[in-house]
């Protein structure tokens, strides 16, 4: 009958709303608890009713999960994974690695991806979606987020220092911190924290969020731009946009999904659909970045369709900021090192 009941409201509360003129629609998952296997007094009873809706959102939206042992136990794993990650902050224990922007014809390197490694201790046996998935429902992804801003803003400072001038620098933003209020003026005063100017940053969202600020306008997208930062949609293709909010949108390029660069090679509609993702941005007047270049057929195919910069395995791995200048210098950049 709990079943039967929470079925049925998941069905009603999933019907899209109209709300000021907007259609939108909620994913909903529920939890359930049953008196008196699972708690014969209220708020043990709710807690776990509440663990086993936690459970549930790591299913698809419409999930409905009992509450069990098993849950019991993983929702005290989530607790300790939580702790870790606090302190993990807390200590400094979080690192950065730098992937090289290839420019597509010459393999110069152009600009670094700011890439987030998780401490060991907090690693473990996790994944790293499992981790990111808890940063973010526990609103931790914000200050970790702001931690990989402060830190990279202040490395690429380092290099212009160096004699890196042009360097350019992209880190990705998640939809927590995308959603916040005072995202403009909080990486402005990064920005201004750490001495380096707005246009040699590079900020990557990703395509729901593109989509979800189409509906107020672009309201987000314009303050960041405002700041004369440059804005990429990070993963292209992999999630519904459509091209007309990529259209009017403030963006300034794509960085397309490994998924299409790598399909290319297999047949000639995957082939076609990435010629065609490529041409349909330049029309846009967007740059075009392909990440996940892992072999020289697939360089010289996204440099023939006119790809503008590309990122992957092929040029280098992730690599630590001393090690990262020391590919600069080197000027591996001019060839794939596989």
């Known amino acids: 009958d709990a079943e039967s009941v929470a079925e049925r409201l998941i069905q009603l509360m999933q019907q899209p709303a109209d709300i000021e003129g907007k259609t939108l629609s909620a ?28 459970e549930a ?26 702790l870790e990650l606090k302190s993990a902050l807390e200590t400094g224990s979080f690192t950065l690695n730098y992937l090289p922007i290839v420019d597509a014809v010459s393999h110069e390197v152009r600009s670094v991806e700011a890439l987030l490694r998780w401490p060991d201790s907090v690693m473990g046996s996790h994944s790293t979606s499992k981790i990111i998935g808890l940063a973010e429902r526990t609103g931790l992804i914000v200050p970790i987020g702001e931690w990989v801003l402060r830190e990279s ?35 402005a005063a990064l920005m201004l924290e750490a001495g380096i ?75 076609a659909a990435c010629h065609a993702a490529i041409a349909s941005a330049h029309a846009l007047g967007l740059a075009v970045i392909a990440e996940g270049v892992e072999t020289q057929k697939q ?9 503008d910069m590309l990122q992957g395995f092929f040029f280098t791995r992730p690599l630590e900021a001393c090690a990262a ?12 090192d596989g």
């Open 153 to 187: 803003f202040g490395q690429l400072r380092a290099w212009h220092d160096a004699g890196w001038s042009q360097m350019r620098l992209a880190v990705n933003i998640s939809m927590q911190e995308f959603s916040r209020p005072d995202i403009a003026p909080r990486i």
């Open 57 to 82: 959102r790591s299913g698809q939206p419409g999930n409905i999960c009992f509450h069990s042992g098993t849950v019991k136990l993983r929702t005290l794993q989530r607790q300790d994974l939580e």
């Open 197 to 271: 100017q707005p246009e040699y940053v590079d900020l990557e969202i990703t395509e729901k969020m593109l989509a979800r600020d189409a509906m107020t306008g672009f309201q987000v997208l314009d303050t960041l731009k405002a700041l004369g930062i440059r804005l990429h949609v990070d993963d292209y293709g992999t999630a519904a946009c459509s091209l007309a909010q990529v259209s009017h949108s403030p963006i300034d390029g794509i960085k397309l999904d490994n998924s299409l660069v790598s399909a290319a090679e297999c047949c000639a509609q995957d082939h």
């Open 299 to 307: 360089a010289d195919g996204l440099q023939a369709f006119g790809c």
């Open 325 to 336: 200048q020391e590919y600069f210098e080197s000027g591996q950049g001019d060839h794939g």
């Open 27 to 54: 994913q909903i998952y529920a939890g359930i608890g049953l008196f008196p296997q699972d708690g014969s007094e209220a708020e043990v009873l709710s807690a776990n009713a509440y663990a086993a809706m936690e």
